[in-house]
């Protein structure tokens, strides 16, 4: 008789609790596309259209599948699609170029749900980065693959390879030249890239998003750093730098000077003051973009969620293409620090 009565109250606290619908459950992504010196003042009104819009159709796609009850993997990775098929930005088709005139790609990916997480550096030959750093994810027992041997990689999963060259676009190929001029005139090579201009290596892409399921995932594409030799890499492939994501703290997509994000691990910064210190998302990026990197030079940003939804755009430059929606926030897509 006990038992049949604590079955019976069970079932009753059960049934007060309160049960969300699976359409009331919170859906949330953000993208960036990248940081730096970006003012209304060298803008024209086209190409700032052409910005948002790219943005706008980044979001959409990416909101879509998760309207859909798709996973935050595949809205992140959808979003990322969009920005990388877009000259626009510096990753996929509108990369920088290296010293040598070529592009070399690096791309990561994570999911907060399981930490598995995967990684491409300096490719050279696949079209969209962050697909091969999803194979990597779910497909090899690795988590960063570089060079010839990703591509390898590639070819083994079917991928298709393309040309370097239609990476090509004469914005960028003026941004090298310019930066060759100013680097050939330094006298060391840390002299050089500190005389780089912060716009030439702006327009690295990320997306995190929160799915329907409670699931957290970040990512992040890009072509680096205009000009970059020796093999460089920056760190939007490198897990806790660029890209983190844990259902347990948060989700981050960095972009900006990355020999800083590296150094400060600032991707799990952000998160870890998430997790053991109980700060929200806008908290501790702002503690971690300003409070730490900005002091010792370290110019970027970062795209921060976490599970219940919570958003924050946070970056210390004069301007950050970005956009978020949530399921209790229309979509916004801004470019300046407004
Ligand atoms: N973080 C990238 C890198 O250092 C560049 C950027 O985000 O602007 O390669």
Redesign the pocket.
């Known amino acids: 008789m006990k038992k049949i009565l604590s079955l019976a109250s069970m079932l009753g606290s059960l049934l007060a609790a309160p049960v969300m619908a699976a359409d009331e459950l919170p859906l949330a992504i953000a993208i960036h596309g990248?940081?730096?010196t970006i003012e209304k003042s060298n803008m024209t009104p086209a190409r700032e259209k052409a910005y948002r819009d790219k943005l706008e159709e980044a979001l959409e796609r990416g909101y879509g599948i998760l309207e859909e009850g798709g996973s935050s993997l595949d809205a992140v990775t959808a979003a990322i699609n969009v920005l990388e098929n877009s000259p626009l930005f510096?990753a996929g088709r509108g990369a920088v170029y290296t010293y040598n005139g070529t592009h070399e790609l690096?791309a990561s990916l994570m999911d907060g749900r399981t930490r598995q997480a995967g990684a491409v550096a300096g490719v050279t030959r696949i079209g969209n980065p962050i697909d091969l750093a999803r194979l990597v994810m779910e497909k090899s027992p690795f988590v960063m693959l570089a060079g010839e041997g990703a591509e390898e990689f590639a070819r083994t999963q079917g991928m298709a390879m393309v040309d370097n060259r239609i990476f090509d676009t004469e914005q960028r190929r003026q941004q090298l030249q310019r930066a060759k001029e100013r680097l050939d005139r330094e006298a060391n090579d840390q002299a050089a890239v500190d005389a780089l201009p912060v716009p030439y290596?702006?327009?690295?892409v990320g997306a995190v998003a929160l799915d329907r399921d409670g699931n957290i995932a970040a990512g992040?594409s890009?072509?680096?750093?205009t000009a970059?030799r020796y093999g460089?890499?920056?760190?939007?492939p490198v897990i806790g730098a660029?890209t983190f994501a844990d259902n347990d703290s948060c989700a981050v997509s960095?972009?900006?000077?990355?020999?800083y994000?590296i150094r400060f691990n600032v991707a799990a910064d952000i998160c870890a003051r998430v997790q053991y210190q109980d700060k929200t998302v806008r908290e501790a990026a702002e503690e971690v973009i300003n409070g730490v990197l900005k002091p010792v030079g370290g110019t970027?940003g970062v795209i921060v969620l976490d599970a219940r939804g919570d958003v924050a755009l946070v970056f210390n430059t004069a301007g950050m293409y970005r956009g978020s929606r949530t399921s209790s926030q229309a979509a916004s897509v801004a470019i300046f620090g407004e």
């Open positions: 990248g940081a730096g510096n690096d290596r702006m327009g690295t992040t890009t072509g680096g750093m970059k460089r890499i920056g760190d939007s660029g960095a972009t900006g000077h990355g020999e994000f970027g």
